[in-house]
């Protein structure tokens, strides 16, 4: 065993992905539905294999370049995440989600401070214990810019590998509650106000006709319909498309068929008996005039039309004025089809009365022309792509990184946002411009996910590493008790302060609220148990502008944490 740590020692980048490998797969088991998840394993499985070497004489350390350079990449790509979403909340019903977001950051903060000072915790477990506490695990690498940055203050014989390692510990601690609780409290708390959120759910359900469920489920339904049909009715015989049209305004032909032959579609082409023809419409106009020019027929030829795939950024703010009645009486809208919508990085449930927001992203897919104008009347149309903006990337990094660097006095010393912060805001406004312009900066969400997911376990194992070598001459049976009673107290209070204030303040609707007090803590996993619970897709409704506004405040909580604690 000695010489396996030997070897993993002499060969970092072994040593970091055996860790990360590790904490994935450990990340991916649960017991009774929760596990760990990769970036808690990841702290907690470099904790372990550090100690485990430090008992054999080997000391298992990663550069902090690496480590600065992962975190600086994750920092960027939540940014990118946020940023449409935090534009959003700044105006409308998004001041309540952002209103939440703040009480439960700022109680959260307040109570890890108090707690860390009451109880005389060293320096580091503040970070630590918000870090956990609060399941924002980027908030360990603000944490440790502020002792970087030399705005805390060390006591004598504490050195900054010390407090790295009590930011860990502290986290390590207080991160399984952290996830617990929240989910346990988001869960039951309709129940504690004696509320059935699921009737709650049902009401909302029918009046935004949002679909029920907790997930996503395939549907027959289309409201566009395609068919074919052969040209038996004399009538017809001889009179223009244009003529057709005309008296059937409420079709379209999309393919006319002769003789095992495409011709072009103009008004001018006379129809002849025979013909198939591709009609296109809403479904139920397709059964209004049965026998209007014949029997239906199964035509691959007539029926081999392309179908677009777009993305629809909403920009013009006229159309969101539009009643959903009068959105549907639009030109060609009944020939596209909505399969997604997009708020800040998040799915959101469609309903039949369901109301668009500026930068909302619509996915819809139908007839390219129809596609085209219909986009063009809501915003922006963009089609997929799987290519990345490099240069813009970065441009981004470039701009988040000199953001850092700007200086202002706090605190009775100097203080910025630094690289990570800095990073953050760059994401924001880089993800802001693009998301109204789209012809530049493309980033994949696939991307995106690979700097986050990939920034932030790399990160996180690299401190578990660095922190394991002096993990155990800190850490006591008193101190662990001490920070898991803080890192509960911060967990458990602020849910519930919210909910009150959504509630009683707010008038909120309670399975909306379920997904506003998730989303205040920035976690997906309660939005997805209560979406479960009362069997809605209801709560995710209020996740969005809450998790991006949260998502931002506290990983730069971590930072003030450690400032305001000493």
Known sequence: MSSLFTFLGSNPFILLFVTVGLAVWIGRQSIGG???????????????????????????????FTKSMFYYLFMYGVGLRVGPSFVNSLGGDGLKFTGLAFVSCLVGLFLVV??????????????????????????????????????????????????????????????????????????????????????????????????SGDSKTLTGWLPAALRAYKLENAAWAGKPVGTFLKANPEYRVLNVVRDGSKLGVTDDLPLQMGDVIALGGRRETMTEKMGLIGPEVSDRMALDIPLDRADIVVTNKDALKLTQEEMRALPDVNQVQVVKLERGGIDMPLGTNTKLQRLDIVTVVGLKEAVTKVGSF??????????????????????????????????????????????????????????????????????????????????????????????????????????????????????????????????????????????????????REAAVEIQSNVPWIGFPVAYAVSGVLLTVFGYFAMVLAQ
């Open 34 to 64: 929760y596990g760990l998840g990769m970036v808690a394993a990841a702290i907690i499985v470099g904790c372990g294999l550090s100690v485990w070497g430090s008992a054999y004489g080997v000391k298992l350390q990663l550069d902090n």
């Open 114 to 211: 108090a707690g860390s000072q009451l109880l005389n915790l060293p320096p580091g477990a503040a970070g630590g214990i918000l870090a956990g506490s609060q399941t924002m695990s980027a908030a360990i690498g603000s944490a440790e810019e502020a002792v970087n940055a030399g705005v805390v203050t060390l006591p004598a014989g504490t050195t900054a590998a010390d407090v790295s390692s009590m930011i860990a510990l502290s986290y390590g601690l207080t991160y399984i509650w952290g996830t617990v609780g929240i989910i346990l409290i988001t869960k039951y708390l309709p129940k504690w106000w004696g509320i059935d959120a699921r009737a709650s759910a049902r009401e909302y359900e029918a009046k935004f006709g949002v679909a």
């Open 378 to 527: 809501f915003g922006k149309v963009v089609r997929p792509s799987t290519a990345t903006d490099l240069l813009t990337l970065s441009v981004g990094m470039i701009l988040g990184l000199l953001i850092g660097t700007i200086q202002f006095p706090a605190f009775g010393a100097s203080v910025g946002l630094g690289n990570a912060g800095g990073l953050l805001v760059s994401g924001v406004i880089v993800s802001s411009i693009v998301s109204r312009v789209r012809f530049f900066g493309n980033t994949p969400n696939e991307a995106r996910n690979i700097l986050e997911d990939l920034g932030l376990v790399v990160f996180v194992a690299i401190v578990g590493i660095n922190a394991g070598n002096s993990l155990l001459t800190q850490l006591t049976g008193l101190l662990a008790v001490k920070i898991l009673l803080v890192g509960f107290v911060a967990c458990s209070i602020p849910p519930v302060i919210v909910w009150s204030i959504g509630y009683h303040v707010f008038k909120m609707n309670p399975a909306v609220l379920m997904g506003g007090v998730a989303g205040a803590r920035s976690h997906s996993g309660p939005c």
